[in-house]
């Protein structure tokens, strides 16, 4: 295994995102949130677009997962080979990519998208939405496979918490691939639930980072007025 991604073994990762639109969406700001969740104990750190992930990787001493999402619907989380490239140009050391079964924008197929990033030296995260989408992903030999996208795709429900019956069924029917669990973590507890569940890793993003997210569910805990 790449010691990469040995390195994040039991360890926390950080999603430092800001969506279009929202006051925090700036390089240096992500980088600052970047380097707060280092200081805070983070392995490593995930992040959205070219100029997020060259900021980020200025700054921080741990690996940096690089993601480019392109709208919000049918594939966006770098959803062709060139983004993906982009990301690795920009300084990401593992780039994650959309790996469910749906056609792709450039017309290669997943694992075709895999090998021409494995040609250049790029690790691979498979952000999967389904068991099928993880079988299709350990197929193509991808580094890491990820639950980023269960209850998004329409495969999977949306539960309230980390989608722990799929990380079961990942780590169970793949032992030797590190799966990392990622989406909707919220609290410490689930976060010690899905590293007992078997997870290589973990990625909070939300919980860490969205502080308007973070408001609102306070807000929602007070009494109506
Ligand atoms: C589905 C999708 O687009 N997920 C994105 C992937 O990068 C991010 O919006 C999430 O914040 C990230 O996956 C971390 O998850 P959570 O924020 O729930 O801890």
Not at 17 to 36: I, K, L, N, S, W
Not at 104 to 124: F, I, N, Q, S
Request: glycine share 10%; net charge negative.
């Amino acid at each position: 295994m790449h010691p990469l991604i040995e390195g994040l073994k039991d360890g926390l990762v950080v999603s430092c995102q800001a969506y279009p639109g929202e006051p925090m969406r700036h390089p240096e700001t992500m980088a600052q949130m970047a380097m707060a969740a280092e200081l805070g104990g983070a392995v490593g750190i995930r992040c959205q677009g070219l100029a997020d992930i060259a900021a980020i990787k200025g700054q921080v001493k741990v690996p940096v997962i690089g993601i480019w999402k392109e709208g919000d619907e049918g594939i966006y989380i770098t959803p062709t080979l060139r983004h993906a490239r982009c990301c690795a140009n920009a300084g990401a050391d593992i780039v994650a990519i959309d790996a469910t079964r749906r056609p792709r924008a450039d017309g290669l197929t997943y694992a075709e998208t895999v090998r021409a990033l494995h040609d250049d030296g790029t690790l691979v995260m498979a952000d999967c939405g389904s068991f099928a989408d993880a079988e299709q992903a350990v197929e193509a030999g991808t580094d890491i496979i990820s639950t980023t996208l269960a209850g998004y795709t329409g495969e999977r429900e949306k539960t309230d918490g980390p989608d722990l019956e799929l990380l079961g069924q990942m780590v169970d029917a793949f032992p030797g691939v590190p799966v990392i669990c990622e989406g909707r973590i919220h609290t410490p507890a689930q976060l010690a639930e899905v590293m007992e569940a078997g997870a290589w890793a973990a990625v909070v993003g939300t919980a860490i980072t969205h502080p308007t997210s973070i408001t609102s569910w306070f807000r929602d805990a007070l009494p109506a007025r």
